[in-house]
T-cell receptor, first 110, second 111 residues
Framework: RKEVEQDPGPFNVPEGATVAFNCTYS??????FFWYRQDCRKEPKLLMS?????NEDGRFTAQLNRASQYISLLIRDSKLSDSATYLC???????????WGAGTKLIIKP | DTAVSQTPKYLVTQMGNDKSIKCEQN?????MYWYKQDSKKFLKIMFS???????INETVPNRFSPKSPDKAHLNLHINSLELGDSAVYFC??????????FGSGTRLTVV
């Protein structure tokens, strides 16, 4: 089993819809979690951190489920500009040991 | 000002050559990294330096040698380049438990 797993997609979603995807992690000792966004041929950029209590930033909501060992990202009222690959990142215990998922590709269609 | 800048942006070179990629950050971060992203888009850490000290050295061929002259710079030198080295190499920096800031990447193509 991979340490961090994501559905690679692509998720094809009409503009304005709500889309959600999950990321599972194998190490129950993982301490912190992040979602990054990577546009085609660009560098990854931090989208949001994922806190135990959940985290909301505008149209984006991230949640953590420690019991089932997954984090989720929900995007409401999706925009064309949300098209990107979303990378799940798990900190295994120190800041130097981030494990990256392979990413979920999201395509928002007009 | 670009927070994490790496040069060159594109690098096309022949097998067997030696090349270097440079990275500089002006964020005052203590930790810098080199990542490799291959054609399957997996991001894999190669090296990490904290205050000029090597703290992560993943299973990377010893043809790859990082150098950190100060905490704002982390360079990557690659000897005897092979076809399989073709990838995008990202430099990044971080401070504490905050997320990473990445450079824009160096697209290396070995022919």
């Amino acid at each position: 089993r991979k340490e961090v797993e994501q559905d690679p997609g692509p998720f094809n979603v009409p503009e304005g819809a709500t889309v959600a995807f999950n990321c599972t992690y194998s190490n129950s000792a993982s301490q912190s979690f992040f979602w990054y966004r990577q546009d085609c041929r660009k560098e990854p950029k931090l989208l949001m951190s994922v806190y135990s209590s959940g985290n909301e930033d505008g149209r984006f909501t991230a949640q953590l489920n420690r019991a089932s060992q997954y984090i989720s990202l929900l995007i409401r009222d999706s925009k064309l500009s949300d098209s990107a690959t979303y990378l799940c990142v798990v900190n295994m215990g120190s800041n130097y040991q981030l494990i990256w998922g392979a990413g979920t590709k999201l395509i928002i269609k007009p | 000002d670009t927070a994490v800048s790496q040069t060159p942006k594109y690098l096309v070179t022949q097998m067997g050559n030696d090349k270097s990629i440079k990275c500089e950050q002006n964020l005052g971060h203590d930790t810098m990294y080199w990542y490799k992203q291959d054609s399957k888009k997996f991001l894999k850490i190669m090296f990490s330096y904290n205050n000029k000290e090597l703290i992560i050295n993943e299973t990377v061929p010893n043809r790859f040698s990082p150098k950190s002259p100060d905490k704002a710079h982390l360079n990557l030198h690659i000897n005897s380049l092979e076809l399989g080295d073709s990838a995008v190499y990202f430099c990044a920096s971080s401070q504490g438990a905050d997320g990473y800031t990445f450079g824009s990447g160096t697209r290396l193509t070995v022919v």
